[in-house]
């Protein structure tokens, strides 16, 4: 059910599990499963405050089995440090991967582990400016938090995801030269990744540079080609240059793969 994103029915089954077997983990951890994933379908349609309830709740649900006192699977530990990194709380995060690369006997998976949490120390995540950049605009007070980044970058100028922050907060505000700059030496320093890429393009168009966005989004499609956010901005881009049948393509695309985006929906809609 939840493969053919028919959330409610599993997470109904999946409380139903959990039930019958309190004790058990399969019912409690695949529920935030499915809370995570159905917190990222709806986040694609534009229903932000939807989708970090979700997250709210997985993360609920985590912490519940976490604070059991009997011992857990390594892979637990594994799946809570990554979705905890994924929300941007670091701290319970690292906490969790350190558990896992303690407890299991997989070199391959704890090798990948070993690597994030390089990555998280390279990049100075668990900074309190930078927590407190990303908290201020996810709230939507980008001013705050564009004020917060960029202290953040005064004293770690080569971390590529402080830069990232600061062009999200920028183009939030509209004022898309700047974020365009601030995303490209996030590039530069190593952020070459298809959400990175998409934002940039987002930037470019605003600014009407649209060969530089057909540019950048043809790098995002092919790091991520079912991204519909990206292959929405490709819709965007053909309408910019008044050719709206290529446009059409595209928006279908994305109805094909999500068919409630109501974004796509809305522009095919305007094109008939």
């Given amino acids: 059910q939840a493969n053919n994103d028919n959330f409610e029915v599993a997470e109904e089954i999946f409380r139903g599990i959990a039930g019958l077997n309190p004790a058990g983990l399969d ?23 939807e989708a970090d309830q979700l997250l709210e709740e997985a993360a609920e649900i985590y912490r519940q089995i976490l604070s059991r006192e009997t011992d857990l699977p390594p892979d637990l530990h594994l799946n809570a440090g990554l979705f905890f990194l994924k929300i941007q709380n670091f701290e319970v995060g690292t906490s969790e991967l350190e558990q896992f690369i303690q407890g299991s006997d997989d070199p391959e998976k704890v090798q990948k582990a070993r690597q994030i949490l ?3 120390d390279s990049q100075h995540t668990q900074d309190r400016l930078f927590k407190e950049a990303f908290d201020f605009i996810r709230m939507g007070r ?43 030496k996030a590039l530069e320093l190593g952020g070459d990744n298809a959400d990175t890429l998409n934002e940039l393009a987002i930037c470019e168009l605003e600014t009407g540079n649209l060969d530089g966005a057909y540019v950048t ?12 956010r990206i292959i929405s901005n490709f819709g965007v881009l053909y309408l910019k240059k008044n050719l709206p049948e290529e446009a059409r393509r595209f928006f279908e695309t994305v109805l094909a793969i999500e068919p409630e985006d109501q974004i796509a929906r809305q522009f095919l809609e305007s094109l008939n």
């Fill in 27 to 49: 019912g409690p951890v695949n529920l935030a499963l499915v809370k995570e994933r159905r917190a990222d379908s709806v986040r694609v349609l534009g229903r932000e405050e």
């Fill in 118 to 120: 390089q990555e998280i």
């Fill in 142 to 184: 980008e001013e705050k938090g564009i004020a917060s980044i960029q202290a953040f970058l005064e004293k770690n100028p080569d971390t590529w995801n402080g830069w990232f922050l600061l062009g999200w907060g920028l183009r939030r505000l509209q004022r898309f030269d700047q974020g365009a700059a601030a995303f490209q």
């Fill in 217 to 228: 989004l043809d790098r995002a499609l092919r790091k991520d080609p079912d991204n519909i």
